[in-house]
Each structure stands twice: as C-alpha cells, then as structure tokens.
C-alpha cells in the first residue's frame, strides 16, 4: 500500500479526477461505488471546522457522516473547484471525465477498475517479493479498518466509521490485527499460500 500512496505514484493517475477519487478512497475507507456517486456538496464542517464528509452509505441505505484527513479535504476542494470549471452544474463530485459534456453521468466502479489496473501496471507494483500485484478499491477499505484498530481506535468507533451494519464485519479487521500483533501473520499467510 505504500507503494500506491506516495505522492509520485499518485501522480501517475491518468487524471486529476481519477487521482482526486481514488485519494478519497484510501483515506475514507469509502465502498468505490458510494464514492463514485459522491455529491458535490458532500464535504462539510462540524462545530469546530474540522471537515467531514456526508454520503449516503448504499449498503446500509443512510446517510452518514465521517471524518477527513487533511489530504482528502484538499482532494475534494480541488475536485470541487475542477468541477465548477469544466461541468458547472454537475451533481457528482466525480463525474465521468469521458463523453460526458455536461457532467450528468457519475464516475463508474469499472472506469476506475479499469484505470487503476493500468495505474499499477505503469508503476510496477509489486509485492515484498518482488512479484507484480493487483489491488483492488476495496483493499483500500480493509487498509484503513486494519489500521486503525492497528493503531488502538475501538472496533466500534471503527464499525461507525466504516458504516458496517454488524460489529461481526468488522471482527475481521480485528482477526487481521491480532494476528499480526501475536507474529503469526507471517505463518499464516504462508500456510494460506501452500
């Protein structure tokens, strides 16, 4: 995953709104598909000025509230101000950015498939190994759930931040956790792998 966050591979990203989005990704933990239909109005300031971002979580059918870091906030303020200058009016934080002249159609899940694929191909992404690796959106959300109960946040703080209807879901985050915690991550990939 530090491969894929530095800032020089994020700036191989095709565009500015692929790299926008996929930034929101990893830092939010977001589904791909919630933050491809992100709203342009999502980011707003709780009572101190710190911002987060309403969206409407599909899986669970509500709208929800999380908290930004510094570099998503500035990814959606300079996706914003983009899209105020090329698709004035558009509803989406992410519109597509092919064929869509007035900006009506969102970003799909397979676009950004499609691109983060050929992102981590032009950086060579590769594994501790050596050998080339894919990732997905998604492992950006298991990322973040996994480091942060890594870094000590309660497993239910973790739950509502990353919308799960169940604390079972996010049990799985924490199974990962105490693994690595006890060194048996190691063995246990290992014995997964063969």
Not at 149 to 172: D, E, I, K, W
């Amino acid at each position: 995953m530090a491969q894929l966050e530095s800032e020089t591979a994020l700036a191989q990203l095709p565009d500015p709104t692929t790299r926008h989005l996929v930034i929101v990704i990893m830092e939010t933990g977001l589904r791909a598909g919630d933050a491809c239909r992100l709203h342009l109005d999502c980011l707003v300031a709780d009572s101190v000025g710190w911002y987060c971002l309403r969206f409407m979580n599909t899986k669970v059918a509500q709208e929800q509230l999380v908290p930004l870091t510094s570099r998503a906030a500035d990814a959606i303020r300079a996706q914003q101000a983009d899209v105020a200058q090329r698709w004035p009016g558009s509803p989406w934080l992410f519109p597509a950015p092919r064929a869509n002249p007035d900006g009506l159609r969102p970003f799909t899940y397979n676009a950004l498939r499609q691109r983060m694929g050929r992102w981590q191909a032009a950086i060579d992404l590769r594994d501790r190994s050596g050998r080339p690796v894919r990732v997905t959106a998604h492992q950006f959300r298991h990322t973040l759930g996994t480091r942060l109960l890594n870094r000590g946040v309660p497993q239910h703080v973790v739950q509502r931040l990353l919308g799960h209807a169940s604390p079972q879901m996010t049990a799985t985050y924490a199974v990962c956790q105490k693994l690595h915690q006890m060194g048996e991550w190691n063995t246990a990939l290992r014995q997964l792998a063969g």
